[in-house]
């Protein structure tokens, strides 16, 4: 078998067989596969797509390059949560302390920043020394001990995918459905997670743009979920405008502690809420969602859940201090207002241009070589749906050495994220299955 050959196949849109799909993988992993030859046919299914046998076969093929973790000396009920990715998606770092802080044991594999959405990995290793690169035994421990941590996938657990998910980001291959499901549903079914709740994010900030391609994904992560005996639950959320208030990696954990000290945004909290509450009843620890509702307030209010944070903090190397002295994460020292060009209501804003502004600032990486500005990033002051004045601050960038035409580029698509209506515009829950 001959790498060139597959790709020529795919790009017939030919589909391959299990013995062909193991191939690729396993001659990415010993490097007989170089990665101009996997980005070739990453480019080719992009254009060609897989079917769900394919679909099967990758995603096994990215289980198999690594190893599976098993929790059942630890617990009967292990959940694991996963989002598509968006825009100033902090939810995993709300989520997990709460769970956690509610008895559930969570045992979460995150990733990186992937084209314009953000990565809980990233944003994590803002919080002065926090270390998300754990080995297995030490992600094990963890769990037994304080009942969460947060990892990045260990060299261990689906290399495959780590290896393919950096060739994605940035060859524009990323907004591609098989390739979504077989990166997604390997890593959970890897992490031994037997609770596995899913948010699949449609919108202008998100790889899936409409509400039906969402629900196509979700419907298709459970089929291939059961396919290699996993139930999976997932819940389909707008990503059209941000999601919360800040978006950049130190910006977004600061909200994330406002979260868990009270200050809730709606949005996000209502995602919190269905995610929290499915997985609580999964977990059998509440009978149902009201009971559920009962149990994440009281956990956010006695402050448990914030208590847990600061755990899983100093538990990977970090300094708790920094859910109470916020200069000590890197916010951008420098400031840009954006303001209203119109006065009415807020119609539209569009979360992939505050994702470009926050990325050309240097929140995201352009390269998979790149390092990122954990300081750079946005507070938004004003979303869909909110009156504004002529001249009224709209939101603030913020960011450190950035040359003068990419602040520039990056204020414009602030400015154009916001778009003006003369009455109020219809409000969409954030959830919508
Ligand atoms: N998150 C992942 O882990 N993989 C993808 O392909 C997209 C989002």
Redesign the pocket.
Known sequence: MRAVDIIQKKKEGRAHTKEEIDFLIKGLMDGTVEDYQMSSWLMAVYFQGLNEDETVYMTEAFINSGEILDFSDISNTVADK????GVGDKVTIVLIPLLAALGVKCAKLS?RG?GY?GGTVDKLESIPNFKCQLKDEDFRSQIKTIGAAISAQTPNLTPA?GKI?AL?DVTAT?DNKS??CA??VS?KIASGANIIVLDVKYGSGA?IKTKEEARSLADLMIKIGAKLNRKIEAVISSMEQPLGTHIGNSLEIIESIEFLKGNHNKDLYEIVLEIAGRTLILANIAKDFNEAKNLIDEALKSGTALQKLKEIIEAQGGNSDCTENYSLFNVGKNKVEIKAQNEGYVSKLDALNIAKACKLLGAGRDKKSDSIDFGAGCILNKKTGDKVQKDELLCILYFNDVKKDRINEAVQYAQKAFEYSVSKPEIQSVLYK
């Open positions: 996963h989002s598509t990715g990733g992937l959405t995918d998910y994605r990323v390739l979504i990166s997604v890593k790889f």
